[in-house]
């Protein structure tokens, strides 16, 4: 199995930006189709698949746009409730303490 350490956040959005590229070509899509698929400009596909910079919600378009949106479902997933007094006792935090 394919093992992948990323050690930086430009890495991964290195790597992001690749794949996003690497599909694209897989489902024989051109930049102007994807572009126009997701709602996206072409300079902004163009800028993305070349260095990764794009806003968060220009990568969910174009994953959308790609089929691949099932990832992001995943992203930030909660943590686990282990027993009901979790539920009962913990108030949902709205701030966070530290700086």
Do not use: C, H, W, Y
């Amino acid at each position: 199995m394919l093992s992948l350490s990323f050690t930086s956040p430009s890495e991964v959005i290195g790597a992001a930006a690749r794949r996003a590229r690497q599909l694209r070509l897989a489902r024989n899509m051109t930049q102007d189709g994807l572009a126009a698929r997701s709602g996206v400009s072409l300079g902004t596909l163009k800028l993305f698949e070349r260095t990764g910079k794009a806003s968060f919600e220009t990568v969910v378009r174009i994953a959308f746009a790609l089929g691949a949106e099932k990832e992001f479902l995943e992203l930030f997933p909660p943590s686990p409730l282990t027993r009901i007094d979790d539920v009962i006792e913990e108030p949902v935090r709205r701030r966070g303490r530290l700086k």
